[in-house]
């Protein structure tokens, strides 16, 4: 069966006859509806927001307002910048299918993303070494929790510490910061072994 064509395909094929060219919205829109009243014999909605949307998702480069721009040397080295099926799976493999930050992982029913460690935006490369396996919410705060990752390490060993030393009110407040981490699902993959 024939692919049904979106308004977001229509845009696509349009700006890929127009490679390279300052485009303003107008006459891609009028191109699009026309088609696209032609296929479906009805008005398109929302054609301005998938222009948007392609923007947004790094097809389009904005040039100024109303004026987009298909580079496909950007758009190539940005799909280079993704991780392929294959690599995610590997990158989920080798974190156990569990999110780094709180361990929590497909058993519990959570959804897992694979996460450029250091970020697209500034370099960060598709190489299975920069890829993270994040739940869904730690993926959005993602920035804030990297540095407890250290703490929790530094209690491990000074709850250690503190076990062999039979220092008992060490170890107390070890227990009560490193059971904190555990109340709040933080760093679940670095285990505390009591
Ligand atoms: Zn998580």
Known sequence: MKKKKS????????????PKEDTPHGPVVDWVETRYKRLYKKKPRDTW???????EIGFLIK?????YRYNPDAVKQRELEDFTSEQKEEILKRDDYKCVICGRGRKEGVELHVDHIKPKYLGGKATIENGQTLC???????KS?????????????LYELAKKEKN?????????????????????HIIWKR
């Open 7 to 18: 308004i977001k395909d229509l845009l696509i094929e349009y700006f890929k006859a127009h």
């Open 49 to 55: 927001r998938s222009i948007r949307n392609l923007h």
């Open 63 to 67: 040039v100024r307002k109303g004026i």
């Open 136 to 142: 869904a919410q730690h993926n959005f705060i993602k």
């Open 145 to 157: 929790l990297k540095q407890t990752e250290t703490g929790k390490k530094m209690f491990i060993r």
């Open 168 to 188: 008992e009110d060490l170890k107390k407040f070890c227990v009560d910061v490193l059971e904190t981490y555990e109340k709040h699902h933080i760093n679940g």
